[in-house]
């Protein structure tokens, strides 16, 4: 997946020149064959998430289900927590 180009026009001014100073390396045939089966790997494996997880979903209990939904939130709630200095009483009792 490519990156996306910075909104800021010094950052896109830098990129340019920097691509025009500096092209990028030929791929030799064996590195160029590498990268298309990298490629290939990772949308073959995108397949297969996009089937597999509705699929694990409905083999799942109900009551599962919104404990694993349960413990995603408490993991993605809990890089703002720690980024904002904010703690539980369940942090303090740990």
Known sequence: MTK????????IAHFIADRAA???P?????????RLRSEAAKM???LGG?????ARAEKLSARRRKDIAKA???????????ALGIRTN?????
Request: zero cysteines; hydrophobic letters at 25%.
């Open 44 to 46: 073959l494996g995108r």
């Open 4 to 11: 996306k180009s910075p909104k800021d026009i010094n950052q």
């Open 90 to 94: 369940k942090d303090q009792i740990k």
């Open 26 to 34: 030929k791929l030799t045939p064996e590195e160029d064959e590498a």
């Open 50 to 54: 996009l089937r597999g997880g509705p």
């Open 72 to 82: 995603a939130i408490k993991e993605r709630w809990k890089k703002y927590r720690a």
């Open 22 to 24: 500096n092209p990028p």
